[in-house]
């Protein structure tokens, strides 16, 4: 190693055994420092101590006293002591707990808070102070802080503070702002423009609408402080009249009085409605609410509704309904000119009149008198009236009347129109006559045929009784042709008795007592099958329980018993079904009879309803039966038709009404 490295690293070894000197240096002053400092640490706790002690008895009146929470923490914010009330706020059980207050603050809210405790130390004060916390029983609240330090001889020692619970003022608060911007919100949307003065006639508030309306080419905010003289002098080119637009602001600006429905007509054509409020307090102007709104569709429907009013009053006075409305005390008050026209006086005889007096015959007038309460009640009908006209003619007439209303609602008298129906009435009773004349011509015709089936059937039986003693008396002594013809002589008398009793029965159908019963359809085609013949080859079958129906259970139990007959009459097949059924058409039962016979050519379905009218030209057909069976139906308000093919057989359908 040369001399030259020895030289260099002895310095280095130099440099380091002063820099250890140095350290050992800086070490030993540093312990010295915090010995002084742990001592003067806790003679300062002991300071604290005593301090707080000389402190209690000045402090004890100021504790009784504040009615505020009233809390002092040492400077890491343990609590130290505080009063009732911060132990109620802060949910605590004594004024002594060993807590540090830090630990109520909402998460959020701690590095605001311990900003604000340096703030505390360091200027010594923080006032205004506003957190959330929870509280030791888990209330979240907002507290109002003001708070100071507590000095010893210029050494800070505690802190100590007020504490407001303001969680409801908060409510408020938030309540109150939410409730102004609702209220900005409106007035900004609303569809009149607004202006808000303050007492010296400076705009405070106004809305989009307000300049839409007046074609301003600013924001509601640029308005805000200006002078509304000024505003009104400038829009004044904007009205067809300029002067009459400023001096009515002025005056009435300087009247102070409400003023509403003003309305302003703009040089564009639009009309403008102009309201003016004066907001006084204590008989003191503390400003001036105006609003504008465009009124121009409105003035434009008026006109419009204006021309259909008396568009239809001339459709009114000229149709042919009479109209005339009354007061509460049936004075006429209008007429229009059919009603003139139906009673024969002019509108000035009728004015002022009293309906009931003038216009109905004598028999009549309590009836009118009657119907003029009804509408006083609100009532509205309709109902006939026979009335003199001037010329003396008993005219009839139908009247519908109903109450007529003023804008409140209230009855203020009726309207009446009313229909001259006495062709109409006199046709009615034509009808009437007619119809009482053919109810008697029917009674008679019913009486006429029992006496023409009597007549009948008189002579029938004595030719009856003739033949049969004519083959008593030659008895073995006439040849079988002889005997043959009398046989076709006895049918053919016992066909013509039996198409006299089926005439006689269908002329009888209405005309006898039709008085109607509650019937079971089921229990009485049950009995009917136990008293009709039915071949062994044939089965009927019910389908479903058929129904119960107010009907005459004598005509019913007909109307089954030819159907069920027909059909087993019928039958060609060497097994017979015949099937009932029945179902609900709400107002109506469908009754459908079926059976696997004949059949019917369609040719012939409209014709077999037909009196005299029968398919197969048998011995006991009189072609009456579903004749009486058509009758019988329609007596019951319902329906009969068929659907049959021939060889595969007939399906009767029929209705009847339930009630």
């Known amino acids: 190693m040369s001399q030259e490295q020895i030289d260099i690293l002895q310095r280095a070894l130099n440099r380091e055994k002063a820099a250890r000197k140095a350290a050992e240096k800086i070490l030993e002053d540093k312990s010295r420092e915090l010995y002084i400092s742990n001592t003067k640490l806790e003679q300062l706790n002991k300071d604290l101590e005593s301090l707080l002690t000389r402190k209690d008895s000045q402090l004890q009146g100021v504790f009784e006293n504040i009615v505020d929470a009233y809390v002092i923490i040492d400077l890491e914010g343990n609590i130290m002591k505080m009063n009732d009330a911060a132990v109620a706020l802060l949910g605590f059980k004594s004024a002594y707990e060993d807590f540090n207050l830090i630990k109520l603050v909402q998460p959020q809210e701690n590095e605001r808070v311990l900003k604000s405790f340096k703030e505390l130390l360091d200027k010594g004060s923080i006032t205004n102070f506003h957190v959330n916390i929870i509280t030791n029983k888990q209330e979240a609240k907002i507290v109002h802080i003001n708070a100071s330090i507590i000095y010893d001889q210029g050494i800070p020692v505690a802190a100590q503070g007020i504490v407001r619970d303001i969680t409801k003022q908060k409510e408020d608060e938030e309540h109150l702002i939410e409730s102004e911007n609702r209220l900005a919100t409106l007035i900004l949307n609303l569809d009149s423009g607004v202006v808000l003065e303050d007492e010296n006639r400076k705009i405070v508030l106004t809305n989009k609408k307000f300049t839409e309306l007046f074609n301003l080419d600013m924001t509601p905010d640029d308005l805000k402080g200006m002078d509304c003289r000024v505003a009104s002098e400038q829009n004044s080119i904007l009205f067809k009249n300029q002067e009459a637009f400023i001096k009515r602001m002025s005056d009435i600006n300087e009247k102070k009085e409400t003023v509403l429905g003003d309305e302003l007509e703009m040089v564009n054509g639009n009309i403008l409605e102009r309201n003016y409020i004066p907001i006084v307090q204590g008989g003191i102007a503390k400003g001036y609410l105006w609003t504008f709104k465009d009124v121009t569709l409105n003035r434009t429907y008026r006109k419009s509704l204006e021309a259909e009013r008396l568009k239809y009053y001339n459709i009114i006075s000229n149709m042919n309904l009479g109209l005339v409305e009354v007061d509460l005390d049936d004075k006429i008050l209008m007429v229009n000119q059919s009603f003139i026209t139906m009673t024969g006086y002019s509108e000035k005889e009728l004015i002022g009149i009293k309906g009931k007096d003038l216009l109905p015959v004598i028999e009549d007038k309590g009836l009118l008198k009657e119907k003029v309460e009804d509408r006083k009640k609100g009532k509205t009908e309709s109902y006939e009236l026979r009335i003199k006209n001037k010329h003396g003619d008993i005219r009839y007439w139908l009247v519908s009347g109903a109450p007529n209303y003023d804008l409140n609602g209230n009855i203020i008298g009726s309207i009446g129109i009313n229909f001259d129906i006495t062709e109409f009435k006199n046709l009615q009773l034509q009808k009437e006559n007619l119809l009482k004349k053919l109810e008697k011509s029917n009674d008679e015709l019913h009486e006429y045929a029992h006496v023409v089936s009597h007549d009948l059937k008189s002579p029938l039986r004595s030719i009856n009784a003739l033949v049969s003693w004519l083959k008593t008396d030659n008895e073995n002594k006439l040849d079988d042709a002889s005997l043959q013809n009398f046989a076709l002589i006895e049918a053919t008398l016992e066909k013509m008795e039996q198409l006299i009793t089926d005439v006689l029965e269908y002329s009888s159908i209405g005309a ?99 009196i005299f009218h029968a398919l197969n030209k048998s011995k006991d057909s009189t072609g009456i039966g579903l004749s009486i069976v058509k009758k019988i139906i329609e007596l019951h308000q319902g329906e ?15 209705t009847l009404k339930k009630q």
């Open 512 to 610: 006898e007592n039709t008085e109607k019963e509650t019937v079971n359809i089921h229990a009485m085609v049950n009995d009917l099958l136990k008293i009709v013949y039915v071949p062994e080859h044939v089965n009927v079958t019910i389908l479903n329980t058929l129904p119960t129906i107010n009907g005459n259970k004598i005509k019913l139990q007909q109307l089954f018993q030819n159907l069920i007959s027909n059909a087993i009459k019928f039958i060609d097949k060497e097994k017979g079904i015949i099937t009932i059924k029945a179902e609900d058409l709400n107002t109506h039962y469908k009754f459908s009879i079926s059976d696997n016979g004949i059949g019917i050519d369609k040719k012939f379905h409209d014709k077999i309803f037909k």
């Open 640 to 654: 009969i038709w068929l659907d049959s093919e021939p060889t595969i057989g007939t399906t009767f359908h029929f």
